[in-house]
């Protein structure tokens, strides 16, 4: 066989297989089956850290459940998201991400870090949370809960618009598909949860909304 045959033999086959191969795409934001785009979350507290990437946890199950002080679902799971972490603290990582919006004071992330505070002390929580928006806006996770499961090659194995439960997460991670609810058609706040959340630890907030009120009516009796 000459050489010049057998360098032609060498590249049709190597075409064959890169044609062959199918590929994945990674998409601007998470989508189940493909890679998780890369990511950098800050402002992380409990964790080795002050901030986290995907490469970091890059061969372990990888769990962020976004959540925001309005949200009664969230918050009620907590204690729930902090048992599964510890049934199965050898092969996954939750990360907390708190969304926070500077302009309204009971979501600022002051507010925020002051309820989780509570919440980690009252329920002996040990979640590492991150206070950081910034993937919220990127993705538009508008609604919440929003709770993004990722294996350990870093690919989306589950996007789920509820809380996690254990017989769903041990599904996940043995590699059956699992379908998951979303609930990205409607926002989870509403007057109830923000009632609720009050009542879980933001009672400090109220002296603050009623200062405001108080303000209000000394000026419309002014006009």
């Known amino acids: 066989m000459s050489?010049?045959?057998?360098?032609f033999l060498t590249a049709l086959c190597t075409t064959v297989l890169c044609v062959g191969q199918p590929s994945i795409s990674v998409s601007d934001h998470p989508e189940v089956g493909k890679?998780?785009?890369d990511f950098q979350l800050t402002d992380v507290?409990?964790?080795t850290s002050n901030s986290i990437t995907l490469k970091d946890l890059k061969g372990k199950w990888l769990i962020l459940d976004?959540?925001?002080t309005g949200c009664h679902a969230c918050i009620k799971s907590f204690p729930e998201v902090n048992q599964l972490q510890k049934d199965f603290k050898d092969s996954v990582q939750f990360v907390l991400v708190?969304?926070?919006d500077s302009v309204n004071g009971w979501n600022s992330p002051k507010a925020t870090k002051a309820l989780y505070e509570k919440l980690r002390?009252?329920?002996n929580l040990e979640l590492a949370s991150a206070y950081d928006s910034s993937l919220a806006n990127k993705w538009h996770i508008n609604a919440m809960p929003h709770i993004i499961i990722?294996?350990?090659e870093g690919v989306v194995a589950g996007i789920s618009g509820v809380p996690l439960t254990k017989k769903d997460l041990t599904r996940t991670l043995a590699g059956e598909m699992v379908k998951f609810t979303s609930n990205q058609s409607s926002t989870e706040f509403n007057l109830q949860s923000f009632a609720q959340s009050l009542i879980e630890g933001q009672q400090e907030y109220i002296s603050g909304i009623t200062r405001r009120t108080t303000e209000l009516l000394r000026v419309l009796r002014i006009s």
């Open 3 to 7: 050489a010049k045959f057998f360098c």
């Open 35 to 37: 890679p998780m785009p």
């Open 45 to 47: 507290a409990y964790y």
């Open 66 to 68: 976004f959540w925001f």
């Open 98 to 100: 708190g969304v926070t």
């Open 121 to 123: 002390v009252k329920q």
């Open 150 to 152: 990722i294996n350990p």
